[in-house]
């Protein structure tokens, strides 16, 4: 069973600051050293991380609860407002924003698969707002015309693909190269959807760095949990320095909900809350 939409929870508190460009040799990495002797443990391992396809499916759950107040996160391929945090036009399955260059980068791919499709009229546009939140180019229509392109199947696996090169495999790649299980797994990518991984002092990247001056991760000899917790505090001070994002509660009712659990493989059933919003998966 799955909790229906939530409606009372603010949204401007919910998108991330930054368009994520973790590294391709992080993106591409896996756990280095591995010997061949230890090839089916691995495999083992492998399989239960969060790039496994139902562990995947929980995580696009969890950030969709506390993005879009809902579980059901294939209906935000049409999601699109300007949310007033400085980033122009939010749109699509993970936050994708006219004012920070991933917006760009999915319909540019998306006018590689479809010539002539209906967004990419504004690509020009797209090019001259990034990095500020004008509108300049996209109104009247471009909302409209956002939800038009979101019922077409290509435009919708194009989210999927964006999402996955620009957040997700980055951020399992990483989760996996610390040694980290599902739910650190899933700490990683909710972070680097919301911060991103440029070189501001909130970013993916500086929040792991902060998190590594008071622990190590189990691939550096540390404990899993006491490298978690020390993760989330990193991530709860990042959160306050945006005024849009001080709402913490994605990590105290539910991230930290499940570390004190001991649910380092982030098995259902899974209870938490987001804005005082309760869901549940079973």
Known sequence: MVHEDRETAPRTVSRRTLVAVLGAAVASGALLGTERAMAAPTARAASTGLDDPAKKEIAMKLVSSAENSSLDWKAQYKYIEDIGDGRGYTAGIIGFCSGTGDMLDLIQLYADREPGNVLAKYLPALRKVNGTDSHAGLDPNFPKDWRTA?????????????RDRVYFNPAVAQGKTDGLRTLGQFCYYDAIVMHGDGD?????????????????PPA????????????????????????????TTRVDTEQRVFLR???????????????GDSYHIG
């Open 200 to 216: 501001d002092p909130t970013s993916f990247g500086n929040i792991r760095k902060r998190a590594l001056r008071s622990a190590k």
């Open 261 to 275: 659990k001991g649910n380092l493989d982030l098995n259902t059933p899974l209870d938490w809350k987001v804005y």
């Open 220 to 247: 550096q000899g540390g404990n899993e949990t006491t490298y978690l917790n020390a993760f989330l505090d990193a991530r709860v001070w990042a959160m306050k320095q945006e005024e849009a994002h001080s709402d």
């Open 150 to 162: 979101a019922k077409d199947t290509v435009f919708q696996q194009c989210q999927n693909d964006e």
